[in-house]
């Protein structure tokens, strides 16, 4: 095979790879805008489902591309938002790992841990990723959440209040106390 039809080869090869990819993202957009483009239409969870498998399909298939960083951390979300706990935690893990230097891969990590917590129920694996979290990032935004979250896993919400209510009052007998 000569060289110029070795070229034409490899050249045809990208325009249908990159045609590919154009289709696909051309498809996320359309879906996209049907789930988020009209206020008054339903929730579909089929089409979210859909676009939740888009998002991954088009990271697996596209490493390079900056868009897979983006569409697996909105995979993640509405993943998470949708209860689909494994799907959410798959897209959530994945950013964090493969794209550690991605500006959404420390919420990743947060995030994988929250729906370890508050829709696994599998509170030794949300205590393991938020000391994860906060050992990476201790200044974080949400290194307080982090830790809040590690005072209190497997507490009830009635638990987590009649303990703030608790501290307040005693807070407000310390400054009684110190006034006198």
């Known amino acids: 095979m000569n060289m110029n039809m070795s070229f034409v080869l490899i050249l045809s090869f990208l325009l249908v790879a990159c045609s590919g990819k154009q289709n696909q993202l051309e498809k996320i957009n359309n879906l996209e805008e049907s ?3 009209n206020s008054t239409t339903e929730f579909n969870k089929a089409k979210a489902l859909q676009l939740v498998d888009m998002y991954f399909e088009f990271a697996e298939a596209n490493q390079e591309d900056t868009n897979s960083r983006v569409f697996l951390f909105k995979a993640g979300e509405v993943a998470m938002g949708m209860m689909e706990s494994d ?6 893990h994945l950013l ?6 991605h500006k959404k891969a420390s919420t990743s990590l947060f995030l994988e841990g929250f729906v370890y917590e508050t829709q ?16 990476k990032y201790p200044d974080h935004s949400l290194a307080n959440d982090a830790k809040f979250s590690l005072q209190n896993l497997g507490k009830s919400d009635e638990e987590i209040i009649k303990e703030f ?16």
């Open 35 to 37: 789930l988020y483009g």
């Open 87 to 92: 799907k959410a935690i798959e897209c959530f």
């Open 120 to 135: 696994m129920k599998d509170l030794a694996m949300a205590q393991k990723i938020y000391l994860e979290f906060l050992q």
């Open 96 to 101: 964090y790992t493969k794209y550690p230097e």
């Open 165 to 180: 209510e608790q501290k307040l009052q005693e807070e407000a007998n310390q400054k009684t106390t110190n006034s006198i």
